[in-house]
């Protein structure tokens, strides 16, 4: 099958991967080259790692790379049989890109998106075929983690549903299917706790360490909230904390306000070197 992945950020060169090793033809689309080039670089950085641990072959990642093509417009790519989107979390560039993938693909064509949790049903109102349109929310990072929460807006149809299910399944992911309300399950309910753990800090309650150690070693937590805040990014928290607060109308979905001042000052986490911890150099 010939897939279409819009943005090589984070989720889109891991989306990429999984496709082209279960034996997918992929391109990988983003406007900026550097954007591609080092989607490109870390999906060759992630199989060699593979390689080295002896779980992949020197062949089966030439292969797997081999798969994966590039592009810089939506346009320019063509026979796509399916469409995934994993561009940045916001409204109206998921809109636009809708509309861009609707006008360049073929009308049997589903359209996914791997939002957070932005509407399904908003983003297939932008489209003629809002039946087809669904949500695909991989987690970070890509090919490791095993879920996939597969998103109904309000028309998509059994059908697109079923076959976005067998997918998953087949690229070796575990579908869980869910309703399109704001954060969907997995930030409905992560978001709340990561923004409590930041409020905690700003009020002084604990150190980021401390606040990490609690919930590793007290709810056996793999990693605290806070280090995987600055894995998922910072920005990124706050625009789904935003959604979820003005989609459910609850002060509890409130932004904290320390993650807004942090934002604003460019420590995004992991991608910047600097956010709750500071890195050696950004991801």
């Known amino acids: 099958m010939k897939v279409l992945v819009v943005g090589a950020g984070t989720m889109g060169n891991g989306i990429s991967q999984v496709f082209a090793a279960a034996g997918h033809s ?4 983003d406007v900026s080259a550097d954007a591609l080039d080092r989607g490109f670089a870390t999906v060759r950085g992630s199989l060699g790692r593979l390689v080295k641990k002896g779980t992949l072959t020197e062949a089966a990642m030439a292969e797997t790379i081999g798969r994966i093509g590039v592009a810089t417009s939506v346009a320019d790519v063509h026979g796509v049989e399916f469409a995934v989107e994993a561009a940045t979390e916001n409204p109206e560039l998921k809109y636009r890109i809708f509309q861009q ?12 998106t791997n939002t957070s949790s932005i509407s399904i049903t908003s983003i297939g109102a932008r489209t003629r075929r809002p039946q087809q349109v669904i949500g695909m929310h991989f987690m970070n990072p890509v090919p490791v983690m095993q879920l996939v929460e597969v998103i109904r807006g309000q028309t998509t149809d059994d059908a697109t549903t079923r076959t976005v299910i067998d997918l998953a399944r087949a690229l070796g992911k575990t579908p869980v299917e869910v309703n399109d309300y704001p954060g969907f399950v997995s930030n ?8 409590e753990a930041i409020f905690c800090v700003m009020e002084g309650v604990a150190t ?22 600055d894995l998922i990014g910072l920005d990124t928290c706050l625009a789904i904390l935003e959604v979820l607060h003005q989609g459910l109308g609850d002060d509890k979905y409130r932004p904290c306000p320390l993650l807004r001042r942090m934002v604003a000052a460019g420590q995004l986490g992991r991608k910047t070197g600097r956010g709750f911890y500071v890195y050696d150099s950004p991801r």
């Not at 360490?209 to 609690?214: P, Y």
């Open 26 to 29: 992929v391109t990988m689309v």
């Open 101 to 112: 993938l609707d006008q360049s693909c073929g009308p049997g064509v589903i359209l996914a």
């Open 208 to 229: 980021t360490e401390a606040v990490d150690t609690v919930m590793k070693l007290g709810m056996a937590h793999p990693m605290g909230p806070l280090t995987l805040a």
């Open 188 to 195: 409905r309910v992560l978001m709340p706790m990561i923004n």
